[in-house]
């Protein structure tokens, strides 16, 4: 681990573990860029070392998703007006959420997770369908799906790629930024044009 920057072993070490926590709370409330991208980097640095930081972003998303549903239970216009003031959030996806815990229950958050419906429109919803303890039970596996994903698939390929793109490349950063606003360009483009 040596050969990698500075930034990059605090990435892989304790404040990434931090950071994953956070991003995952984040993101399962008003954030609106998934842990994904923090997970696979580090993934892509040290895997499979990294894995406290799929369990910080899995109980990051947890207490997210319970803080959201507590609010949507006790407040829930306000809380449901919140989720959707987030950028890229539109009207369909709630009403997908919807459809989905009406007619499959807890498995629509399982699903949400690798469709691209954000976790945060199911939080808001649940409270409509589930106790709290239902959902909050089913939270953990299904951000574990999505993350675990992510961070297994990047690792993997990773270690494949090692002997032609070596991590300690300067670029390597720039690569996999560049990949990522590729990505969210599209779904973003995808979501601004449905």
Request: charged letters at 15%; one cysteine or more.
């Amino acid at each position: 681990m040596a050969s990698i920057p500075r930034w990059q072993r605090a990435l892989v070490g304790y404040p990434g573990i931090c950071l994953a926590a956070l991003w995952g709370a984040a993101e399962a409330t008003f954030f609106f860029v998934v842990p994904d991208v923090l997970l696979s980097f580090v993934a892509i640095l040290e895997w499979p070392r990294t894995w406290k930081h799929v369990v910080a972003a899995i109980a990051g998303a947890a207490l997210g998703g319970a803080l959201l549903f507590h609010w949507a239970s006790v407040e829930p216009r306000r809380a449901r007006a919140a989720v959707g003031s987030v950028p890229f959030i539109r009207e369909s996806m709630f009403t997908k959420a919807d459809e989905g815990l009406r007619e499959r229950g807890l498995f629509s958050v399982f699903l949400g997770s690798v469709s691209g419906l954000p976790y945060k429109l199911y939080a808001v919803q649940a409270p409509h369908y589930f106790r709290a303890h239902h959902f909050l039970l089913a939270t953990p596996l299904a951000r574990a799906v999505r993350f675990l994903l992510i961070w297994i698939g990047f690792g993997a390929a990773a270690l494949g790629l090692r002997s032609t793109f070596p991590r300690s490349k300067p670029w390597l950063p720039a690569i996999y930024a560049a990949l990522w606003i590729i990505s969210y360009a599209l779904y973003w483009g995808r979501i601004l044009a449905g």
